[in-house]
């Protein structure tokens, strides 16, 4: 795994808790070594502080996310809602506000790998709504034969809607299946994961044919197939 935090005493303490699980820990101060290391390494999850020198937190997120789609568990002394949404928008997988316990923080980082890890054991089929299709085997998404790159949170969304197409979900139902934000969660977190699929599968996200809105009640994945 990958700590990526700038103050020394922080790093050293979740590098010290990540051993304890019997994990490997890389430590970097700063966001372009943290992007050099992620892309070098690929590792399993990137702890991820908002304030850091050279490139902030949100900068290195969105470089990663333009590659990988590697889980990022932010940390950050915000915690406003608006801050926890920029967070899902630009593609973490889970956002924790210091201070945190430790304990807090490593049941966070439990819960990322078990949602990020658990469809790798070859036992799931390929789900098929339309020309869209996700493989919980290979973890990945294709949208009219194109591959599609999604966060964790994102790909558990649409694994669920993919399950049942034209099922109509609410925002609560999704929220229960998109990544953890146990603390500040609302039902616009699940908006923006929608927003950021909407412009990965869909030729114009404005008006969309394959994720679409029911108003008053909230999301459906249907079968037809987009312009390309």
């Known amino acids: 795994m990958l ?50 020198p050279e490139i902030d937190g949100i900068g290195v997120c969105r470089a990663l996310r333009r590659h990988h789609d590697i889980p990022v568990l932010m940390l950050t002394a915000r915690s406003t809602e608006e801050d926890v949404l920029a967070g899902l928008d630009i593609g973490a997988d889970d956002y924790m506000t210091k201070p945190y316990s430790p304990r807090e923080l490593l049941a966070r980082i439990r819960s990322v790998l078990r949602r990020t890890q658990r469809h790798g ?44 197409p034209g099922r109509v979900f609410s925002r609560q139902q999704l ?6 934000f146990d603390r500040a969660s609302t039902e616009r977190a699940v908006d923006v994961h929608i927003m950021n699929l909407r412009k990965k599968i869909e030729s114009n996200p ?14 459906k994945l249907v079968g037809g197939r987009g312009a390309s």
Do not use: W
């Open 175 to 180: 929220l229960q299946h998109s990544s953890g």
């Open 3 to 52: 700590v990526a935090e700038d103050n020394e005493l922080q790093s050293a303490l979740i590098r010290r808790l990540l051993l304890s699980e019997g994990h490997e820990a890389v430590v970097v101060h700063d966001g372009r070594a943290a992007v050099d290391e992620a892309l070098k390494r690929i590792p399993d999850l990137i702890v991820l502080d908002v304030m850091l």
């Open 206 to 219: 404005r008006k969309p044919v394959r994720l679409q809105t029911v108003f008053g009640v909230g999301y």
């Open 121 to 164: 054991d070859g036992g799931d089929r390929a789900l098929r709504a339309g020309d869209i299709t996700v493989d919980p085997v290979r973890h990945e998404v294709r949208c009219g034969g194109r591959i599609v790159l999604c966060t964790p949170g994102e790909f558990e969304i649409l694994l669920a809607m993919a399950a049942e």
